[in-house]
């Protein structure tokens, strides 16, 4: 092998590394390889050092400086922002995308609060409460919801309410990926509607599904994504735990942490963080 060759194979695996590929295949230079050849020996190539990239089959986009986007310098026309979620819900019930998947729901839950808030929470479906009512997050959930929301020194009509999927699925279970993929483009365009500064995401599902990502919570809670909505704008993502999982797993340190997030979101959309009490 000359010094022409060992450059070119060095360069495929730095980059090979770069995209998270860890490993090359290793065959004997010439030998054909038969189909009943034994499994290529795997040659450890070293990772790329920590933070240099994210992988990119497992990782979102990360927003290294997140600042507000640009919103419009004239006050936005809260009326014609609602009439504009009105049409919005209306081609929703025209198209009925939930009737690609079973769902026995009694009213949609599309969404509600400020039209043009700065500030956005997304869940993933609705419960049984909000199925009955025809609201977002007015359960056991949606109640805990609001006292976040109250300790973020702000009130529920200051902020835009909704779930990635607008029927309550069938026992209340997780969407599935074809349920969220039939669902996320009215998600999309509602979110291009609002133009939030930002984004709240409530537990894995809704995350999941915003950030087209499959890391488990902890990676990805306490720091700032990018999504992009329905018209290419680019939203900076929170995301946090579920209402109801800190229901069930009520302890100081889950409280601590989801409050983290939510003090990082009132520093990021420049409001006065209130201290935390409970």
């Known amino acids: 092998m000359d010094d ?13 590394a770069l995209l998270g590929v860890d490993f090359v295949p290793a065959y004997s230079r010439g030998a054909a390889v038969e189909p009943d050849s034994p499994e290529p020996v795997p040659v450890a190539v070293p990772e790329p050092r920590a933070n240099m990239v994210e992988r990119v089959a497992e990782a979102p986009a990360r927003v290294a400086a997140p600042r507000p986007v640009a919103r419009p310098n004239t006050p936005r026309d809260r009326a014609g922002t609602q009439s504009q979620l009105d049409a919005l819900r209306a081609k929703y019930v025209a198209d009925a995308p939930h009737k690609k998947f079973v769902t026995n729901f009694q009213n949609i839950v599309f969404g509600e609060g400020d039209p043009c808030a700065r500030l956005c929470f997304v869940g993933e ?7 009955l009512s025809g609201r977002p997050f007015v359960g056991r959930a949606g109640q805990l919801l609001d006292k976040m929301i109250v300790a973020m020194g702000l009130r529920r009509e200051d902020v835009y309410i909704c779930n990635v999927l607008k029927t309550r699925p069938p026992g209340n279970r997780t969407p599935t990926q074809d349920e969220v993929a039939a669902c996320k483009p009215y998600l999309l365009e509602q979110l291009s ?14 995350t999941h599904a915003l950030l087209d990502s499959t890391e488990a919570m902890a990676r990805l809670r306490s720091k700032w994504w990018s999504m992009q909505d329905s018209r290419g704008r680019a939203v900076p993502v929170m995301p946090t735990y579920h209402p109801s999982f800190i229901l069930r797993s ?29």
Request: proline share 8%; glycine share 6%.
């Open 193 to 206: 509607i609002v133009m939030p500064d930002a984004v709240v995401t409530l537990g894995l599902s809704a």
């Open 250 to 278: 009520y302890t100081p340190e889950n409280r601590a942490k989801a409050w983290e997030d939510l003090k990082m979101t009132l520093e990021f959309l420049g409001l006065p963080v209130p201290a935390r009490t409970g």
């Open 125 to 131: 479906a609705p419960g049984e409460d909000e199925d």
């Open 4 to 16: 022409r060759e060992r450059r070119i194979i060095k360069q495929h695996a730095r980059t090979s």
